[in-house]
């Protein structure tokens, strides 16, 4: 079986942009209004000859605490089934209240994390993005879904870690 990488985090930070380009195909729903991605959806894909499939999560509840509790449920069901979880992080808002729940929840994970910071368009972003350390969840991986940037050494760590 192949092996999984889950990407998690809160709604509008690029998870499904990441995905597509990851998987090179737009297949997962990039959306500008949260919560288009429906719960869990698998796709195939590949780097480096090595298979593996990736999970894009999506789904929203309005409050904040509804917003903490699905994204955290997200990341639990991401420890127990997947091999590899990828959170991802809006560095141009810095670290949300729900970015610390899901951290706080993934500090405990057996399950390798690897913290994406994306949006990071410019090399001005560079230092924001440095800010997610204070996570605690190790050092965040500087990337720009939309543009491509930092990628390609995301998907040399992916196959490194699994
Ligand atoms: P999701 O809800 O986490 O799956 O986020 P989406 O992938 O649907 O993206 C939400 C919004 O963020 C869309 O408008 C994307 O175009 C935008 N977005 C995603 N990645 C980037 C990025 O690297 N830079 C910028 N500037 N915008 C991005
Ligand atoms: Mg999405």
């Known amino acids: 079986p192949r092996a999984v990488v889950a990407v998690v985090g809160r709604p509008n930070v690029g998870k499904s942009t990441l995905v597509n380009r990851i998987i090179g195909r737009r297949e997962a729903v990039v ?57 991802v992080v809006d560095a141009t808002v810095g670290a949300t209240a729900t970015d610390e729940a899901v951290s706080r929840i993934l500090r405990r994970s057996k399950t390798p994390v690897i913290l994406v910071a994306n949006k990071v368009d410019s090399n001005k972003l560079e230092s924001d993005a440095a800010a997610l350390w ?29």
């Open 134 to 162: 204070s996570l605690g969840i190790g050092e965040p991986r500087l990337i720009s879904a939309t543009h491509g940037r930092g990628v390609a050494d995301l998907l040399d760590l992916i196959i490194e870690t699994l």
């Open 31 to 87: 959306e500008d209004v949260p919560g288009v991605t429906r719960d869990r959806i698998s796709y195939d894909a590949e780097w480096g000859g090595r298979p593996f499939s990736v999970q894009d999560t999506g789904g929203w509840e309005p409050t904040a605490k509804g917003l903490h509790q699905s994204v955290s449920r997200q990341a639990e069901h991401a420890m127990r089934t997947a091999d590899l979880i990828l959170v």
